[in-house]
C-alpha cells in the first residue's frame, strides 16, 4: 500500500514556474515506477510525464516536453515535477501515481495508488 500526497500547486502568470511534490508513504518507494497525469475541467485525465524506479530516466508528453521536468529522491520518498513556461492551457487538477509494473506506464490503466490531486491554475 501506498500513500500519495501532492502539493506545490497554485495560481501562477503565464511564463511562470511551479514545482509539484508528490510524498510517498512506505518504505518500498524505489520500487514503484511514478508518474504525473492532469484532467482539466470538463476533460478526461492525461499522462503528464513517468519517472522509473531509478530516477534514470523519464518520459513527457509532448506538449509539455522542453518545460516540463520530473526527478525523484528515493532516500526522501518523494517525486518533483519542475513546470517551466506555463502555459493557461496547463491549466488542470494534477496527480502522481504509482506504478508496480515492470515497465514505466504512460497510461493511467498501468498505476496502482493515486494521490488527491493539486490544484493548478495558469492565468494569461
Known amino acids: 500500500q501506498v500513500q500519495l500526497v501532492e502539493s506545490g500547486g497554485g495560481l501562477v502568470q503565464a511564463g511562470g514556474s511551479l514545482r509539484l511534490t508528490c510524498a510517498a508513504s512506505?518504505?518500498?518507494?524505489?520500487?514503484?515506477?511514478m508518474g504525473w497525469f492532469r484532467q482539466a475541467l470538463g476533460k478526461e485525465r492525461e499522462f503528464v510525464a513517468a519517472?522509473?524506479?531509478?530516477?534514470?530516466?523519464?518520459y513527457y508528453t509532448d506538449s509539455v516536453k522542453g518545460r516540463f521536468t520530473s526527478s525523484r529522491d528515493n532516500a526522501k520518498n518523494t517525486v518533483y515535477l519542475q513546470m517551466n513556461s506555463l502555459k493557461p492551457e496547463d491549466t488542470a487538477d494534477y496527480y502522481c501515481a504509482a506504478s508496480s509494473k515492470l515497465y514505466t506506464a504512460t497510461t493511467a490503466s498501468g498505476y496502482d495508488y493515486w494521490g488527491q490531486g493539486t490544484q493548478v491554475t495558469v492565468s494569461s
Open positions: 519517472i522509473n524506479r531509478s530516477g534514470g530516466s523519464t
Open positions: 512506505g518504505r518500498t518507494f524505489s520500487s514503484y515506477a
